[in-house]
Each structure stands twice: as C-alpha cells, then as structure tokens.
C-alpha cells in the first residue's frame, strides 16, 4: 500500500495566494468604477475598453484573469453589469457573447434598478441584442433609465416619442426628454437640438436655439458635429451674424483635427469669397 502524505500548504504559498486574491480584487473594483464612472459621462464603449485594457497593461493583469475573477464572485451583485460589459465587448472570452450580456445587465436592472442595468436593458431591445427587437419594451426601460439621470436613455426616449418608435407621438413629451439629456451634458442631445431647431421639425425654427446648442457642443464638448453644425451657422448667419472670419477658423481647425470633411468646407470657402 502507498503511503499517502498530506502536504499542508506552506506558509509562502499561503502568503502567495492571500497576495493574489488582494491583487484581484483591487483590479476587478477598479475596473468596474472605470465603468460606472465611464458610463455616467457617456463614453462610448470602444473608449472604456481602451481605458480598462491600458489599466489591465499597466498592472500585468490578463483580461481572461480578470473575466475568470468576475466569474467567480457573480454572486456580488455588482459586478453584474461589469460581466455584462466583458461579455459584450468580448474582454477575456474568445468571442462576444450578446445573450449573457443581456442577461447579466436586465438582472442589474430588474433586480437592483442599477442605472446602467436600466439604460443597456433598453439598448438590447432596441437594438435586438442577444434579445429579439422590441421596442416597447426598449421604452419602458429607457423611461425607467431616464427618469433616474442617464444621459443616452433620455435622448433615446426623446426619439422615440419624436417619431413614434414603439410608444405614441408626443412632440412635447420628446422635446422634455431631449432638454433633460442636452442640459445633462449628453452632448448628442445638444446636436439633435441644433438640427431640429434649425430645420423646423417637431418645433418652430429657432435660430438662436440653434446657435446656443451648437456652440455648447462645440466649445463645451469639442462634437465635431458640433463643429459643422456651428460653421453652418456663422457662413449662413443663422442665429448671429454671418461672420466667415469664424467659418474659416473653424474649418481650419477641423483640418488641423484631422477631419476631411473640413478641409472640402475650407476649399470651398475660399473657392466661394476669395476667388
């Protein structure tokens, strides 16, 4: 018969594995306030994965450690939205993964009333992901994401009872919602404003309006939308005076940004006033 010995662990390897479990738990806590506190000013997803990579770099953490930890302690409530995350950006996991992610945040959402729970929950239905499109669904969501701050859901609500997207018109109840987002600081809010306000659709034309939120995109934001949206202005001097010192500036500045559609406008305003 073999002799069977026990090994008990050594003090090292105690020391080493306590170690460990200090190091993943700083990780996985901190990247989930990357994501919250990412989500709350509404970046988009593509740049809170970046930031959460280069911080996963920087402290020689693998993404597959840090989906096996989330996995591990999912019975903590919240690291469900950050399971939800990893699973849709497809962090740690050979693929993405819509159906668990869909999963992991209507459960944030139905269970805790978490705010990115809500708005995502919304997201997936409208959009059909990992869940089949239902838009009345994606509306009680978003209304319940918007009545609690988020910036997207608001603008997203707003749309909908703009043009009538799984709930009935209401023009006024629209325009509610997307104020709420643009004075949020949902910068895409502020540039469904300037167009409407300058195109006369769902309201009155309101230059002026049109202006306010332009500039506030841009200056405040740095929305290249904004941007466009506020050379239009001052070149057709909507709102303002016309004023094309400011257009070319701007162009300019859209050029020196990299931007194409800013160098044709520039092109073209020379072409227009100068030759």
Same mark, same amino acid.
């Not at 806590?29 to 000013?41: A, F, G, T, Y």
């Not at 970046?50 to 920087?58: C, H, M, P, R």
């Not at 450690?65 to 849709?88: G, I």
């Not at 740690?92 to 944030?108: L, M």
């Given at each position: 018969m073999d002799d069977?010995?026990?090994h008990e662990p050594s003090t090292e390897d105690i020391e080493i594995h306590e170690l460990q479990d200090e190091k993943d738990a700083r990780i996985i806590d901190? &990247?989930?306030?990357?994501l919250i506190e990412r989500n709350m000013l509404w970046q988009y997803d593509d740049v809170i994965e970046s930031e959460i990579t280069d911080f996963l770099k920087e402290n020689k953490y693998s993404e597959e450690r840090l989906f096996e930890v989330a996995t591990q302690r999912q019975e903590d409530s919240k690291y469900w939205t950050?399971?939800?995350?990893?699973? !849709?950006?497809?962090? @740690?996991?050979?693929?993405?993964?819509?159906?668990k992610a869909f999963y992991w945040y209507h459960k944030a959402a139905s269970e805790l009333n978490d705010p990115l729970g809500l708005q995502e929950t919304g997201v997936f239905y409208y959009h059909g992901? @990992? &869940?089949?499109?239902?838009?009345?669904?994606?509306?009680?969501?978003?209304?319940?994401?918007?009545? &609690? @701050?988020? @910036?997207?859901?608001?603008?997203?609500?707003?749309?909908?009872?703009?043009?009538g997207r799984g709930i009935e018109v209401d023009h006024a109840e629209g325009f509610k919602w997307l104020l709420r987002s643009a004075n949020a600081g949902f910068v895409e809010a502020m540039d469904s404003l300037t167009d409407l306000y300058l195109n006369g659709i769902y309201t009155k034309k309101n230059?002026?309006?049109?202006?306010?939120?332009? $500039?506030?995109?841009?200056? $405040?934001?740095?929305?290249?939308?904004?941007?466009?949206?506020?050379?239009?202005c001052y070149r057709k001097g909507l709102g303002t005076c016309m004023d094309m010192h400011k257009t070319i500036?701007?162009? !300019?500045h859209a050029k020196r940004n990299g931007h194409d559609t800013g160098y044709r406008k520039? !092109?073209?305003?020379?072409?227009?006033?100068?030759?």
């Amino acid at each position: 018969m073999d002799d069977l010995t026990i090994h008990e662990p050594s003090t090292e390897d105690i020391e080493i594995h306590e170690l460990q479990d200090e190091k993943d738990a700083r990780i996985i806590d901190k &990247v989930s306030e990357i994501l919250i506190e990412r989500n709350m000013l509404w970046q988009y997803d593509d740049v809170i994965e970046s930031e959460i990579t280069d911080f996963l770099k920087e402290n020689k953490y693998s993404e597959e450690r840090l989906f096996e930890v989330a996995t591990q302690r999912q019975e903590d409530s919240k690291y469900w939205t950050l399971l939800a995350f990893l699973n !849709v950006r497809g962090m @740690g996991i050979p693929s993405t993964n819509d159906k668990k992610a869909f999963y992991w945040y209507h459960k944030a959402a139905s269970e805790l009333n978490d705010p990115l729970g809500l708005q995502e929950t919304g997201v997936f239905y409208y959009h059909g992901k @990992g &869940v089949k499109i239902n838009n009345i669904e994606a509306n009680y969501w978003f209304k319940k994401a918007a009545e &609690v @701050g988020m @910036g997207i859901a608001q603008h997203r609500l707003a749309i909908n009872y703009l043009k009538g997207r799984g709930i009935e018109v209401d023009h006024a109840e629209g325009f509610k919602w997307l104020l709420r987002s643009a004075n949020a600081g949902f910068v895409e809010a502020m540039d469904s404003l300037t167009d409407l306000y300058l195109n006369g659709i769902y309201t009155k034309k309101n230059n002026r309006l049109a202006l306010f939120w332009a $500039e506030k995109s841009y200056y $405040e934001f740095y929305s290249r939308t904004g941007l466009y949206n506020l050379m239009h202005c001052y070149r057709k001097g909507l709102g303002t005076c016309m004023d094309m010192h400011k257009t070319i500036f701007l162009a !300019v500045h859209a050029k020196r940004n990299g931007h194409d559609t800013g160098y044709r406008k520039l !092109v073209k305003l020379f072409d227009t006033y100068f030759f």
